[in-house]
């Protein structure tokens, strides 16, 4: 599996153009068809490392969640993104693929408030569990008031 | 007075369940790490991992923090390898914004974080014998011995850049210090010492039922598991996958080095342990090439850091990867083509491979957690950033 067949592939199932860059295929994609586009990833071209997923807020055009997973065998790298709706922090979960992506997307979900619907067991994971807000997203400031330490 | 006596069923039946809190100052964890374990006499049936004792939002900090202020801060994020997380953050932003970084420069920075591996290694290798107990080595022995070896490459490392354990010596387009007079003879007897102080390790462990009983077939990682989780370095190496980001995708010259990347395919902690030991002895290799081959010529393509000013880096994204003793570190850059990264993401080694905890854990004694949990050589620094 090529970077080129896994284009190919991914414009006919998904109609979408996979962008190469720096060594990475990137795949932007609806946020309906993120499960859909992981089992593809997982399954048919045989990315089973999964390397990190993370988010971009983009202030007033929303967040963004990103995932790398990697076919070790075949160098082929593939980052998909998908872009939520602004003012809505929901997507849907990659764990029932990959395993890593529980502790990931419990990281996400600490630092953007991202809900990931269908994880087993979605609750803050760096943060304590009374902390208010997520700091990752810009409207958090640095310097936000928590009582007793600041 | 109540006088009533209350009758307590206790019910020896076999079936009870026993929460067990480990940490968060267990002395093995050698950070602030608490796992809630539920037993079944003294097998493990569950683990729950609670992390972020040690969290400082390092990428919030990313945020806040120039270019050029913040590699000094990236060698906080794994404090026991402090060389190879600041090259993560500096080759980010050296990939966003195409910098060039000089051939001396490259070396350089191969040497030093070669070097940091055998360091954090040799760590690694101490507190791990250590936890495992008295029947290893005798007592604290092996530990002493690698704390002794470790001390030679923290004094090269403060000849190079004069501290200890935080370096502050990379910087975007290069280097920030170059190698002071004798410097290479120095380490090159500090490889020729550690070279024979490795085979004494081998002949301690190797030859100890006790080391081998308790390492050997405790804590199997599949290689499925492995890629799944996303564990990286000597664990996922230990698990038959071979992947090493200084061959998947060779950064800093490291294309021009002849070395080996050691597999092992059992997935125990004894195939992680082999994995470490080669290791050592292929970055002793490395080093020597270097040192060897090093180049002439400046050692950044930027000024000094007292006029640097500010890096500019343009609109752009990139994610640039390093090959640290934990296994890939990685960092996330996002530019607005401000002084400043617009969003700094940190993947960390020890996040995903103490990840892989949960799901190797159960099964085992609690003996074993300790054995599993030091043979993953977790750094919290860079499990909660």
């Known amino acids: ?150 | 007075m109540n006088t009533q006596t209350q009758v307590v069923e206790l019910g020896y039946g076999g079936n009870e369940r026993l929460m067990l809190n480990m940490g968060p100052q267990h002395p093995s964890s050698h950070g602030v790490f608490r796992m809630i374990l539920t037993l079944a006499g003294e097998t493990v049936v569950a683990v729950d991992a609670v992390i972020g004792y040690l969290h400082r939002c390092h990428e919030k900090l990313g945020e806040t923090l120039t270019y050029a202020q913040y590699p000094s801060i990236a060698s906080k994020t794994d404090y026991v390898a402090a060389m190879t997380a600041e090259l993560a953050y500096v080759s980010a932003v050296e990939r966003v914004g195409k910098i060039e970084v000089p051939k001396r420069a490259q070396y350089l920075r191969v040497i030093a974080a070669e070097l940091q591996r055998i360091a954090s290694h040799c760590l690694w290798l101490g507190t791990w014998c250590l936890d495992m107990g008295g029947a290893i080595g005798g007592g604290s022995t092996v530990f002493l011995y690698c704390m002794r070896e470790r001390e030679m490459i923290l004094d090269r490392f403060e000849e190079l850049t004069g501290a200890r354990l935080l370096y502050g010596f990379h910087q975007v387009g290069g280097t920030r210090y170059d190698v002071p007079a004798g410097w290479d003879t120095k380490v090159r007897a500090t490889v020729d010492f550690m070279e024979k102080r490795i085979d004494e390790y081998e002949a301690m462990l190797e030859g100890n039922a006790f080391f081998l009983v308790r390492t050997q077939g405790v804590g199997v990682i599949s290689r499925e598991l492995a890629q799944e989780v996303g564990v990286v370095g000597p664990l996922i190496r230990g698990s038959g996958v071979n992947y090493d980001v200084r061959r998947a995708e060779p950064y800093s010259s490291y294309r021009d080095f002849d070395f080996r990347v050691p597999v092992e395919t059992a997935g125990d902690c004894y195939a992680r342990y082999r994995v470490r030991m080669v290791e050592f002895r292929e970055s002793i290799r490395i080093i020597r090439q270097a040192l060897d081959g090093l180049p002439d010529g400046p050692i950044s393509s930027r000024p000094g850091v007292k006029s640097v000013g500010q890096v500019r880096v343009p609109k752009g994204e990139g994610y640039a990867r390093v090959e640290g003793p934990r296994g890939e570190v990685g960092c996330y850059l996002v530019s607005d083509g401000g002084p400043k990264p617009y969003r700094l993401k940190w993947r960390g080694a020890s996040f995903t491979n103490l990840a892989v905890l949960p799901h190797i854990i159960p099964g085992h004694k609690v003996a074993d957690v300790v054995a599993i949990m030091g043979s993953v050589d977790p750094v919290f620094g860079e499990v909660d950033r």
Not at chain 1, 10 to 38: H, K, N, T, Y
Not at chain 1, 74 to 79: E, G, I, K, S, T
């Open chain 1, 1 to 150: 599996m090529t970077a080129a067949d896994a284009s190919t592939r991914i414009r006919e199932r998904f109609g979408v153009e996979a962008v190469m860059a720096d060594g990475v295929l990137s795949v932007v994609l609806p946020r309906e068809r993120w499960q859909e586009f992981g089992r593809v990833a997982r399954e048919e071209l045989g990315c089973a490392y999964f390397n990190w997923l993370s988010a971009v807020d983009w202030k007033d055009q929303g967040l963004e969640v990103l995932c790398r997973v990697e076919n070790l065998d075949a160098r082929l790298v593939v980052m998909m993104r998908t872009r939520l709706v602004a003012g809505e922090a929901r997507c849907p979960t990659l764990t029932h693929l990959w395993r890593g992506a529980d502790w990931m997307e419990r990281e996400c979900y600490d630092m953007f408030g991202i809900v990931f619907e269908g994880h087993p067991d979605l609750r803050r994971i760096l943060l304590s569990e009374g902390w208010e807000g997520h700091p990752l997203r810009k409207d958090y400031a640095v310097d936000t008031p928590f009582t007793p330490y600041r």
